[in-house]
């Protein structure tokens, strides 16, 4: 479905500034799911029910197809996978020591126990099998997604449909999120469920510094583990231990439908997550844009880019490039908005974005008359780029030799134009959105800041949670969220507002509890110091108003280092960052005894401490509910 949904064709493939086209397949359906790349060339990996041309196998069931091919797209080898029955592939990755690891579901009677079962092979850097493992039940159930974590185990998510007693012994509802964990050799280490009475499923797998995974997909519930839907379906975020134990979930959308397809981690260790939405205001060019997600740490998620035109759009492959910029690969269905023009039912869409200056690089389409899609875009040289998918277009059309009824489709181009700033329509720029609570909630109080903590405004709010605020002409780049409900946790989060239009937002509060941390991540301090530099002093305000309203919280400040200074004074230093922030909530009229102070040294890192953004995010404090 994801190849049919999210399709994309435009303009003619234009020999104007394609340098270079192959295709692969036979003479059914080749589709191409997933395309990685390494030293040695790139991994195009699908499913193929073609039995001639480069397919040299029996029957017309569907089959994991992986072509190995080098850098300009000859075949360096391929293979099939799969058994009597349908095998289709959902997602790969590359594994450390070489090959990849496949994810997807079977159907076939020789291996599946029910209707369709997960299917996961693990394959040398020769396409030969190490290992492979069917698991489910009686019902349907499917591998979509899989992730490595640090500790060298796999992750792989999907849904689960069954009913028996040991993969499923408490179903949530019709179709509930599935993790799997297993070893590197394939052993099943642990199995889970989450979700509620409706269908959910998850596609995604985002390791985070330290114990914490978050797990995404989407979901149609309203109860059970998802709580308080946004939409028709939301996008749905499922975080857990490092042993895949629940610790808490929540939903990122708006009024209608929204699927995520792919993730990517800034620099600065944000998470951005890359998908299409139906909703209303989210969707502000047609009626299913594609859209990029930034989620911050604590949860909090708003619409960082949207995109398309009046038709359908969506975005299939995120990924950074080495100057920052963000390149996506997706499909698209229109002919007007940002799209140029639309030569068949859909086209493939490459675009790059600067993301800090809100401005498109350029946004190409490829394709022809029929359907054509891409689910990766990777830089080849200077101006050049390479995009991966699968065309059903005639090969007259696109200027190549094609197989079937659809193929594996490759594509080494350049840009034809200079870079060009987006141009956003002229209206006020706001942000809009919910406060969502976990108790019942009468008001709440936002507090609004300039990145440097200045306080600009504040509004009050009601049970509804909803909210709408228009910036001040004179205020420019990011903005700083603050929101008190009675008997929740404080929470601060940072948007980059897009001007000229509305910017939603959506955050969500939990109630009151002991355990419950925040990190404090606008106090800053400079490598080996505990002084609080002045931009510190907006949040910590803040945590002032938080615990006068709270007069009974008693909390625990955390300091944390960078692992920059020497390893004997690094406990030291963390613990008199906590001690500073302290002093300064102590100077403001809050009792000492209601501070425990510890300091964990650089045990404890959120980002990367190898880039300097990661090392200053890392020289923090923390604060976690104790009692009261």
Known sequence: ???????????????????????????????????????????????????????????????????????????????????????????????????????????????SHGKKDAYILSIDPLGKVRWQAVIGGEGNDMAQGVGLHPDGTLWIVGQIGSRDSVLHPK??????????????????LRHATFG???????????????????????????????????GKMDIWLVEVDKEGRYRRSWNIGGGDFEE????????????????????????????????????????????????GGTGDEGLNALSLTPEGDWLVAGMTSSRNG???????????????????TDSLAFCYTFGGKDMDSWVALFPVAESVY???GTTASPGDQLGV??????DFWAVWWRPDTAPTPFSSPQAPTTLIGYVRTEGKADSFLLFFHTERGLLIDSLVGDSTGFFQWALPDSVKGEIRLSVHVPGHIWKEVAVRPRPGRENRVDIYVEKLRPG??????????????????????????????????????????????????????????????????????????????????VGYGKARPIADNATPEGQRKNRRVEFRLLGW
Not at 171 to 188: F, N, V
Not at 542 to 553: G, K, S, T
């Open 1 to 111: 479905m994801r190849w049919l949904v999210l399709c994309g064709s435009i303009t003619l493939v234009s020999a104007q500034y394609v340098l270079h086209q192959k295709v692969y397949g036979g003479s059914m359906a080749d589709v191409m799911v997933e395309a990685l790349v390494d030293g040695g060339g790139y991994w195009l990996c699908g499913h193929t029910r073609s039995r001639d041309g480069l397919l040299k196998r029996s029957g017309y069931d569907a089959d994991l197809w992986v072509v190995r091919i080098d850098k300009s797209g000859e075949i360096l080898w391929h293979q099939t996978y799969g058994r009597k029955g349908d095998e289709e592939l959902t997602d790969a990755l590359l594994l450390p020591e070489g090959g990849l690891l496949l994810v997807g579901w079977t159907d076939s009677p020789e291996l």
């Open 171 to 188: 179903p949530l509802g019709g179709i509930d999120g599935w993790l799997l964990r297993l070893s590197r050799d394939g052993k099943l």
């Open 196 to 230: 509620g009475s409706e269908n959910d499923y998850l596609r995604l797998v985002i390791p985070l510094a330290g114990d914490t995974v978050w797990l995404v997909g989407a979901s149609t519930s309203a109860d059970g583990q998802v709580q308080k839907p946004l």
């Open 260 to 307: 995520p397809y792919s993730w990517a981690l800034s620099p600065e260790g944000e998470v951005w997550v890359a998908g299409t939405s139906f909703s209303r205001g989210v969707a502000a060019y047609g009626r299913a844009d594609g859209v990029i997600w930034r989620i911050e740490v604590e949860g909090s998620a708003y619409a960082a880019w949207s995109g």
């Open 338 to 356: 940002l799209i140029p023009r639309l030569a068949g039912l859909y086209d493939a869409w490459a675009l790059r974005w600067n993301r800090h």
């Open 386 to 388: 390479v995009g991966f």
């Open 401 to 406: 030799r094609t197989y079937g009824s659809a």
């Open 516 to 597: 419950l941390k925040f990190p404090l991540f606008y106090v800053h301090f400079d490598k080996g110091s505990a002084k609080l530099l002045p931009e510190s002093y907006g949040q910590l305000d803040e945590f002032v108003r938080f615990l006068r309203a709270n007069p009974r919280v008693r909390v625990e400040l955390a300091g944390h280092t960078d692992g920059t200074s020497l390893p004997e004074s690094e406990i030291q230093l963390s613990r008199a960052r906590a001690l500073a922030v302290r002093d300064y909530l102590v100077a403001k009229g809050i009792a000492r005894e209601r501070f425990n102070i």
